[in-house]
């Protein structure tokens, strides 16, 4: 199985700054990799997929890049709505897997 | 606009079985795969099982292989979870998630969860 890991497992930023969490595979995996926020108590949400193309609806805040085994999603400028775990997942071969999820926090 | 309601949870003792459902709405159902992701309380996320638009094609993760199956009718637009043999490691939330045109896409949306309870 391929595996994913995350960087770094929590973090606390402020308003404004500039954020940004790590993915890496086990393998490589081309750009079949997407992200995922969570709020508590919520389902989910969709944020990009093929590494770096934004769900339908997402803000452009939001940025994903990279190819083969390390990625990385940036949120540009951090509001307080955007507190949340992130997650990525591989759907380059069954059984897809997550990272272990980021904790983004506010200041 | 899409739906999904994940139905079917509750409390069951280990080695009993138990059947999820997810109906769905506001897409072309019989057109996409349709997965199954659980997230155990305070855990994170594992993907469980797919299904193929047409049903021709399923994947399960090893923790499930055997004991889980998926399956869908695109005359209800529902795709379904059995659960055999459940374990304690069993309980978690879990969400049914539209897929793509074909099991190697990527994930769309996601239902509320349905929250299974493995326990005696």
């Known amino acids: 199985d391929i595996q994913m890991t995350q960087s770094p497992s929590s973090l606390s930023a402020s308003v404004g700054d500039r954020v940004t969490i790590t993915c890496r595979a086990s393998?490589?995996?081309?750009?079949?990799l997407a992200w995922f926020q969570q709020k508590p108590g919520k389902a989910p949400k969709s944020l990009i997929y093929?590494?770096?193309s934004l769900q339908s609806g997402v803000p452009s805040k939001f940025s994903g890049s990279g190819s083969g085994t390390d990625f990385t999603l940036t949120i540009s400028s951090l509001q307080s709505e955007d507190s949340a775990t992130y997650y990525c997942?591989?759907?380059?071969?069954?059984?897809?897997?997550f990272g272990q999820g980021t904790k983004v926090e506010i200041k | 606009q899409v739906q999904l309601v994940d139905s079917g949870g509750g409390v069951v003792q280990p080695g009993r079985s138990l059947r999820l459902s997810c109906a769905a709405s506001?897409?072309?159902?019989?057109?996409?795969?349709m997965n199954w992701v659980r997230q155990a309380p305070g855990k994170g996320l594992e993907w469980v099982a797919v299904?193929?638009?047409?049903?021709?094609?399923?994947y399960y993760a090893d923790s499930v292989k055997g004991r889980f199956t998926i399956s869908r009718d695109n005359s209800q637009n529902t795709v379904y979870l059995q659960m055999n043999s459940l374990r304690a490691e069993d309980t978690a939330l879990y969400y049914c998630?539209?897929?793509?045109?074909?099991?190697?896409?990527?994930?769309?949306?996601w239902g509320q969860g349905t929250l299974v309870t493995v326990s005696s």
């Open positions: 998630v539209k897929g793509g045109a074909a099991p190697g896409l990527p994930v769309d949306y």
């Open positions: 506001g897409f072309i159902f019989n057109n996409y795969a």
């Open positions: 299904i193929s638009y047409d049903g021709g094609n399923k």
């Open positions: 393998q490589r995996i081309s750009n079949y």
């Open positions: 093929a590494a770096s």
């Open positions: 997942q591989q759907y380059n071969d069954y059984p897809w897997t």
